[in-house]
């Protein structure tokens, strides 16, 4: 890759206009400015919305664009990416390839947390076709001096223009078509046609009719986080080990050996604000709250403040802080929710009352999801009808800089499909232009099409609908949808097992077993996935006929023994050591999946572009039952014969084998 300037860059085909306008316009004019764009540039993907919405990469990851290049008649043309970090002089240049039926491919790699853009443009290959040409009548045995000639020419009107290329490279096109001025005829078919010449005229010859695609694409570069990491999410106000006493972070400061050596990274901590008393909710979830009811965290507000202030038991800001610093020592980031709720409480209902929804009789409007009602929980309000409320806006951005400053670089976002999409877009760039490597998760169980906005508007990971995918043609058909189409450069998931709110029907019903299957699946199958605290330990009772736990933190502060009997701690450090050693199981759409005939097993596999890393998986779905199939071993994948040998090693019991031949058991 190499700076460009394109210096015979076209203009871009002017907006249709009407009839009787273009009859009055020079003809001439009209021809040239149209002809201008004489190669056809087409499908570029990714192209988000029609370039509405920036696709996503990582910092030092190549990324990939496709497009469709293609001449008129038989003429032969070359293309090539032109990429940059917004606000940036000049143009990067990488290579496209030619795959197949006009297609072409080809990756740059950014290297900036930041804005790029991107665009594509093509070119006749005038010196290729010339190239085919001669061969192909040298071949047949035809004269080609004439036709040499040209080619010689072809070489000294590069030289003389002077469009591109080093300075070396313009006087070595002088050079050589000086010296190819006096040569017979074999000399010149031997030297143009040769490598040395060829490379030359690409680096450094001709582009004949210049394309350049009409528009200029966005591409958002985040960290490595955004696209690779684990989270493990627990209540601070349980972390005492006593039901009685309010954990502080102090005591989440004790824990933080425990998450890191569970092999997580991040470290997501539920509301830590104080809680309002009006309508706070009792143990799981009633409304008759008993004094010593510490009430839900997501009921934000209180008279010790708001969104910008600490629960007071959990400790100050210099305890908080206390944490960030340890936490960081450990390996772990803190991850904070962040929950446009109020409760009747918060300070913000006295000092903007019209921040808020207010029924006829006076009161204020609590939060509904019919039929779930949440009476301690008031929302926010982002319009006042039809007009913006720019201050709420402002305000909201406002809490968000305010827990960076002290330290907090990821935020999990509780519910963002209820607030307005032009705001998350506004604010999630409002705060990356000054922190680019601020991360944000967006929770939101709802409508795919929903979903997948809160992507491209800028949630750097979303929650998923693999909480509810069990099977093996639900599993292979959504992580398809997932990794083969547009979403691949826009969501990236986050696969938790399990959250507080949620506690799966298919953990409820299968033990320890289903326990594992989901770990493997969900840190296996995805760059980002998580667990909730209690997950480890195979906790699944739920509240009958419902897919909440019984006895919730959500209300109440609990005690756990870490080292009850049946705990899968020790498959969660497995599963995170391979992942952390094993770079194929570091991205996402790498994903293939490959035969097994049992329905009841999930057989695929991960790897890297060279194959260096490249790890099988075959998952049992069925939690009661053993199960047993046939397969393909895909030796295909390495150029092999199906009677070939290879050798095999085994990552869960450690010790080493060969598969001989294609089909295994």
Request: glycine share 8%.
């Amino acid at each position: 890759m190499k700076k460009t300037e394109i210096k015979s860059t076209p203009r871009r085909r002017a907006a249709a206009t009407p009839a009787r306008a273009q009859a009055a316009d020079d003809p001439t004019a009209i021809i040239v400015r149209m002809a201008e764009e004489r190669v056809a540039i087409e499908g570029v993907d990714p192209e988000i919305d029609g370039g509405r919405f920036p696709a996503k990469a990582i910092v030092g990851r190549p990324f990939e664009v496709e497009v469709d290049v293609f001449g008129e008649g038989h003429d032969m043309v070359d293309a090539a990416i032109l990429w940059r970090r917004v606000g940036e002089d000049g143009w990067t240049e990488a290579p496209l390839e030619a795959t197949d039926n006009q297609r072409w491919a080809g990756t740059f790699t950014p290297l900036a947390n930041a804005m790029h853009e991107y665009t594509v443009i093509g070119w006749r290959d005038v010196w290729g076709m010339w190239q085919s040409e001669v061969s192909k009548k040298q071949a047949a045995g035809v004269s080609i001096t004439l036709e040499l000639e040209e080619g010689v020419r072809l070489v000294a009107a590069s030289a003389q223009a002077g469009e591109r290329g080093t300075a070396d490279d313009r006087i070595a096109l002088t050079q050589l078509a000086a010296g190819m001025k006096a040569a017979d005829d074999g000399t010149r078919f031997a030297v143009l046609t040769g490598e040395e010449a060829g490379a030359l005229m690409r680096r450094a010859g001709h582009r004949a009719n210049l394309t350049r695609y009409h528009r200029v694409l966005r591409l958002w570069v985040d960290r490595p986080a955004a696209a690779f990491s684990a989270w493990y999410e627990l209540f601070p106000r349980s972390m005492s080990g006593d039901p009685h006493r309010h954990g502080t972070f102090d005591d989440v400061i004790a824990r933080l050996p425990y998450v890191r050596g569970l092999g997580f990274d991040v470290l997501y901590f539920p509301p830590i604000h104080p809680i309002g008393l009006t309508n706070r909710k009792g143990k799981n979830n009633t409304l008759d709250a008993q004094p010593d009811d510490v009430g839900s965290p997501y009921a934000i507000g209180a008279a010790e403040g708001g969104h910008d202030a600490l629960h007071p038991e959990l400790g100050g800001f210099e305890a908080f802080k206390r944490l960030i610093d340890a936490a960081r020592e450990q390996g772990l980031e803190i991850a904070l929710d962040y929950a446009l709720n109020c409760s009747p409480d918060h300070p913000w209902i006295k000092q903007h009352p019209d921040w808020f929804d207010w029924r006829p009789d006076g009161s204020i409007r609590y939060a509904e999801n019919p039929p779930k009602k949440y009476e301690d929980i008031v929302n926010v309000r982002f319009y006042d009808g039809d007009k913006v409320i720019p201050e709420v806006w402002i305000a909201q951005r406002d809490v968000f800089l305010f827990w960076i400053s002290h330290g907090v670089k990821i935020f999990r976002v509780d519910n963002p499909h209820t607030k307005a999409y032009a705001f998350w877009e506004w604010v999630i760039a409002e705060v990356q232009k000054q922190h680019p490597d601020v991360l944000f998760l967006s929770e939101a169980f709802t409508r795919p099409k929903v979903m997948h906005r809160l992507a491209k508007v800028g949630f750097s990971q979303s929650y998923s609908y693999f909480t509810w995918r069990t099977t093996k043609e639900e599993l292979t058909e959504y992580m398809l949808e997932l990794t083969r189409t547009e979403k691949r450069h826009t969501m990236r998931v986050n696969f938790f097992v399990n959250t507080p709110d949620i506690n799966p029907v298919y953990l409820q019903t299968s033990g320890r077993a289903g326990h594992q299957v989901r770990l493997v699946l969900a840190s296996s199958l995805a760059g980002n996935y998580g667990v909730y605290s209690g997950f480890e330990l195979c906790e699944a009772t739920p509240i009958p006929g419902r897919e909440e736990y019984l006895n919730s933190e959500k209300y109440e502060i609990r005690a756990w023994d870490w080292d009850r009997p049946g705990n899968i701690r020790d498959d969660i450090a497995r599963m995170n050591m391979l992942r952390q050693t094993h770079p194929a199981l570091q991205e996402f759409a790498n994903v293939e999946f490959y035969n097994m005939w049992n329905d009841n097993i999930l057989f695929y596999g991960k790897r890297t572009e060279d194959k260096s890393s490249f790890l099988l998986f075959a998952v049992n779905l069925d939690p009661h039952n053993g199960q047993g199939a046939d397969f393909e071993v895909p030796l295909w994948e390495f150029g092999l014969p199906d009677n070939a040998s290879i050798e095999v090693e085994d990552l869960v019991q450690n010790y080493t084998f060969t598969w001989s031949g294609k089909y295994q058991h």
